[in-house]
């Protein structure tokens, strides 16, 4: 199994980036993605989780800013965030079972 994440980069607060997870290996649909996040001297946090029959949960801190979905064959795992708080700055990595992608940076400033 390989995850691949990308997307992440530099904006400015209150704006707007898409993740990407594309997920390969899996014989099968995975249960649950996960999208975490490790800022700089802090742990790693969950972030989002997404189900192979679309139920999705967020931290609080990040309800209502961003949205995670996948595509139709669940080979894409997409996470978009808007109105972005300096505070979003962390490493964002996918997690499915016990396979971790390499992480995306994503840095926000004020």
């Known amino acids: 199994v390989q995850l691949q994440a990308s997307g992440g980069g530099l904006v400015q607060a209150g704006g707007s980036l898409t993740l990407s997870c594309a997920v390969s290996?899996?014989?099968?649909?995975?249960?649950?993605l996960g999208w975490y996040r490790q800022a700089p001297g802090k742990q790693r946090e969950l972030v989002a989780t997404i189900s192979s029959v679309g139920s999705t949960n967020y931290a609080d801190s990040v309800k209502g800013r961003f949205t995670i979905s996948g595509d139709n064959a669940w080979s894409t795992v997409y996470l978009q965030m808007d109105s972005l708080k300096p505070e979003d700055t962390a490493v964002y990595y996918c997690?499915?079972?016990?396979?971790w992608g390499q992480g995306t940076l994503v840095t926000v400033s004020s």
């Open positions: 290996g899996m014989s099968s649909g995975f249960p649950l």
């Open positions: 997690k499915v079972l016990w396979y």
